[in-house]
């Protein structure tokens, strides 16, 4: 995968690819490799129990924080 080709891909410029780019490699969530593509890293156990757990936390946060503007016929649904 190229930014060149990702860019046409989505029908963007190759900026917002680039700076989108950097975030995720800063990220660790994509490599750059020294011929400037781009691969996704493997995932390990350790990493894929890291994200659930990360997600979990976030999804039980943002409910807390929901459940007082919640009705009973939402909340049934």
Do not use: W
């Amino acid at each position: 995968l190229t930014m060149r080709g990702l860019a046409d891909c989505l029908g963007l410029s190759p900026t917002p690819v680039r700076e989108a780019v950097r975030r995720l490699s800063s990220e660790h969530a994509i490599q750059i490799k020294d011929n400037r593509r781009m691969t996704v890293p493997l995932m390990t156990l350790d990493r894929f129990e890291e994200l659930v757990a990360l997600r979990v936390a976030i999804e039980v946060h943002t409910a807390k924080r929901a459940l007082p503007y919640m009705s009973d016929v939402i909340i049934e649904k």
